[in-house]
């Protein structure tokens, strides 16, 4: 008994290096895995990410890349597992039938599985030790953020690390001991060489199959920017992913099955081996190829989502601001605007910079709960589409604003919505009980409602830039004949529009680029650093000053945040490709395997080398071809959805988006192929194939 049990963990060696075809692509994803664990762990635990300015903002996405990792790699390393043990099942039959006792069989797979986790930490430590700081600069480098930065190792990260593989190692020895033990020697052996069992009820799970995808496309298809959006996402996707393997596992099947009834195409030499042979490999590969299909969407969509917004990070921050430098007063409208305006004129030119594109306006900022037409001060708190800001202006004030000559009656009204146009005849304004809304006070026929015509929707402002889907920051430019109605308006709302009146001043600066200012001698950037101190130091002297922004100062906290979200699409791109290619690869060995007898018995039945060799190519071009083709198709239809997504955050631009899908699956589309001929030398290796 104890010299078994010396032998045992020779055995496992032996048996790790003997089926290295199988152990070393997993030992490789889950070093990979760990390294990356290891890397989200070590940038977690490190102090100086909660001190570095805006470092907050990527400490958060890489927080919650760190939970979806853990969600991702799990089920992956357990999937995986279970191809090393169905190709090892044989030979654990065959150690049980020359006498190894289960027990012994057990004692064998932990030390397997011990060998196996001391190799994957060592190398995922070494490795993220060698790599962490390249890594770490990397993130500050798109974050934006300084990297002229210390930083050390913490041995939590690496504690972490060691307890989560512990725990993915202790959860696949289980499940391989659990079949083992239940097995006896002939179902082992015979194990190995078992496909994926074909499903019962093929028409049904078809028929259920097309109807969850045709749900899924369609949400996608007619999905719109609202509240509920994001529920509207993952159901799709739920939806996509049932029916993908639906249809890969039962409609495929079903499919094949209508050709092979078809006599008068079936019983076509070409046809005959080609439809036969690809319902076989369907009744055991489908359910892989629709893991391969689905891992293959993800990975253009993130890559897609990622590098679109990261490109676009410009025009997200441009779309919720009018001009680059804003000022905010509110008082009684005894502003001296023209006092402001040459203030900042004369700032500017002592700092060599020059404002344009000025912009100034007074209106009535109110926040209400839109529900068609109708504008209140209640309303669901977590619809956030519904909730939308109004700003009142006279009719005066727009046509000074816009160089316009418009016109309006008693009772009418002009509007503009930055988002979805408002699309009714009439706007009511739904007021509140209180002191200033009283009919004494504005004696109306409605009560604490006013109804007004919608003479004219305005598709363009100087405030802002009009996005139809820009559904979440809605803003409403109402324009009123005259002061006397702008009051009533706002009283609705208990507010006061002559103490309340918001002035707005905001203008863009040149400064000629790099050139020097010859005033202060400063570079430009630092020009325009002491000029957007200045003039924020005078307006906060004035009566009613409110707020002052820099455009630049939100720039630096996208930057850190969409840098961030960048570094975890990369990382997780990477993720889900070779997630892929490490199924493709098992599927290549299996299929390999597989053909061994068949090659043989297909060469004693008459055909030759080369026509064998035309068929299976063939065949499994078109088995690892349908993933690549549904994942094109899913990307394609999802990329509508994304866009709405997107939309949530500001991003609008529909030509960056589209240049970078397509250019994300013909990229992608090359990479699947190569991966394609890389995994299939080990099939042709099998069956003797080459060439």
């Known amino acids: 008994m104890s010299k078994t049990m010396s032998l045992l963990p020779r055995m496992a060696a032996n048996n790790i290096r003997k089926n290295g075809s199988v152990y070393f692509p997993y030992i490789g994803i889950s070093v990979f895995a760990m390294f990356t664990h290891f890397v989200f762990g070590f940038i977690l635990k490190n102090d100086i990410m909660y001190t570095l300015p805006k470092g907050m903002y990527a400490v958060i996405l890489v927080q919650i890349g760190y939970v979806l990792l853990g969600i991702i790699m799990i089920p992956f390393l357990y999937y995986t ?23 012994h069989i057990g004692i064998m797979l932990f030390w397997e599985s011990l060998m196996i986790y001391c190799v994957v930490i060592v190398g995922a430590i070494v490795t993220g030790l060698l790599f962490s700081r390249l890594i770490f600069l990397l993130l500050l480098n798109l974050a934006k953020m300084s990297v002229n930065v210390e930083f050390v190792i913490k041995p939590a990260a690496i504690t972490q690390t060691m307890i989560f593989y512990a725990f993915v190692m202790v959860l696949n020895l289980f499940v391989n001991l659990v079949q083992v033990g239940k097995s006896n020697p002939v179902e082992l052996m015979g194990d190995s060489r078992r496909g994926e ?34 529920g509207d996402f993952f159901l799709a996707v739920f939806l996509v992913v049932v029916g993908t393997y639906f249809l890969f596992t039962s409609g495929s099947i079903a499919a094949l099955r209508f050709f092979k009834k078809r006599k008068g195409f079936y019983y076509r030499p070409e046809n005959f081996i080609t439809v036969s042979g690809m319902l076989y490999r369907m009744k055991k590969s489908a359910a892989s190829l629709s893991n391969i299909c689905i891992f293959s969407t993800m990975v253009i969509i993130t890559v897609v989502c990622t590098v679109s917004v990261y490109l676009g990070m410009e025009s997200i921050v441009t779309s919720g601001f009018s001009r680059g430098f804003e000022l905010n007063f509110i008082g009684d409208g005894t502003m001296d605007r023209e006092a402001l305006k040459q203030k900042t004129r004369n700032l500017a030119a002592r700092y060599g910079v020059v404002p344009r594109e000025e912009l100034d306006y007074a209106c009535v900022w109110l926040r209400l709960y839109q529900a068609d037409n109708l504008f209140r001060t209640e309303g669901d708190p977590y619809d956030y589409s519904g909730w939308t800001e109004l700003s009142l202006m006279t009719l005066e004030e727009y046509n000074r604003l816009e160089n316009a000559s418009e016109t309006l009656q008693p009772g009418e009204v002009l509007i503009f919505s930055n988002g979805p146009d408002f699309a009714h005849e009439a706007v009511i304004f739904e007021g509140m009980e209180g002191e200033l ?27 802002r830039n009009k996005h139809i889907n820009d559904i979440m920051n809605t803003i409403y430019l109402v324009v009123l004949a005259d002061e006397e109605e702008l009051r009533r308006v706002s009283a609705l709302y208990q507010v006061d529009s002559a103490a309340r009146m918001s002035y707005y001043y905001g203008f863009w600066l040149d400064n000629g680029g790099e050139d020097v200012s010859l005033a202060e001698g400063l ?46 699409g990369i990382f997780f791109g990477s993720i889900f490709l070779i997630c892929l290619l490490i199924i493709m690869y098992y599927k290549q ?32 071009s078109m088995v690892f071809g349908l993933p690549l083709i549904g994942a094109l198709c899913h990307t394609a239809v999802g990329m509508r959805m994304v866009y709405m997504l997107l939309g949530a955050i500001g991003f609008f631009e529909t030509g960056l988006l589209i240049a970078c899908s397509v250019g994300g699956c013909l990229i992608f589309a090359l990479v699947y192929s190569i991966c394609y001929k890389r995994t299939s030398m080990a099939y042709y290796r099998i069956v003797r194939m080459m060439g």
């Not at 597992?81 to 027990?103: A, D, H, T």
């Not at 004494?440 to 405030?463: A, C, D, M, N, W």
């Open 197 to 230: 069992k074909e499903p019962k009820r093929i028409g049904l799970w078809s028929l259920a199959g097309l109807a969850a995808m045709v749900a899924g496309y369609r949400m996608a298809v007619k999905a719109q920017l609202g509240s509920n959006v994001f």
């Open 589 to 620: 060995i299996t299929e390999g395997f597989e053909d061994q007898k068949n090659f043989e018995i297909m060469q004693k039945v008459g055909m030759g080398d080369e026509e064998i060799r035309r068929t299976i190519r063939k065949q499994i």
């Open 437 to 463: 809304s009283m009919e004494e006070e504005f004696p109306t026929e409605e009560g604490l409602s006013r109804e007004y015509t919608v003479k004219k929707e305005l598709t363009e402002s100087r405030i």
């Open 523 to 568: 570079s430009g950037e630092e020009a325009i650093d002491g000029f957007s101190a200045e003039i924020e130091q005078y307006a906060g002297t004035l009566p009613g000053f409110a707020r002052y922004l820099d455009r630049r100062e939100n720039m630096e906290i996208q930057e850190s945040t969409y840098g961030g979200l960048l570094f975890i």
């Open 81 to 103: 597992n279970s191809f090393l043990i169905k190709r090892r099942k044989k030979e654990l039959g065959l150690y049980s039938i020359l006498g190894l006792e289960k027990k």
